[in-house]
């Protein structure tokens, strides 16, 4: 297996609300939601970089697709990391986060590793962490 991923798919329980929360509040660039004429088949696309994608998926629809179970969603399984070039940077995008909705779960702050970063929850729970490390170069 060639370390390639192209689509990281997160399991929601409210199609709407979390277009809302991340094209509206993260303002993360996407046509909405697409495959409503389909049972089970409504999703969210959205572009980020280099041609990875984020999709929101309604975790019925994974459990379906998946053919596991419905299973109750754990916020420690997974972390999204967002890395950015400062520490002002990781503030804002904590500050642009809370005020979509988020529930900032742990304040931006320095780091035992000498870097910067904050965690913040999604509407369905999700965790992301913010994190600005000075030995990493963001390309914009």
Request: hydrophobic share 40%; proline share 6%.
């Amino acid at each position: 297996m060639k370390p390639r991923i192209t689509v990281i798919t997160l399991g929601v329980d409210d199609l709407e609300r979390s277009l809302k929360f991340y094209r509206d509040g993260l303002g993360l660039p996407t046509e909405g939601i697409i495959g409503k004429e389909f049972e089970y088949g409504a999703v969210a696309f959205f572009n980020l970089q280099n041609g990875v994608m984020l999709a929101l998926w309604p975790r019925k629809s994974i459990a379906l697709d998946s053919t596991i179970p419905l299973q109750p969603p754990s916020s420690t399984e997974v972390t999204i990391g967002h890395n950015v070039n400062s520490k002002e940077e990781v503030d804002a995008v904590m500050k642009q986060a809370k005020e979509a909705g988020a529930k900032i779960v742990k304040s931006a702050q320095d780091t035992f590793w000498g870097g910067y970063a904050g965690y913040f929850q999604d509407p369905d729970g999700h965790l992301w962490e913010v994190v600005w490390n000075p030995q990493m170069k963001i390309e914009d």
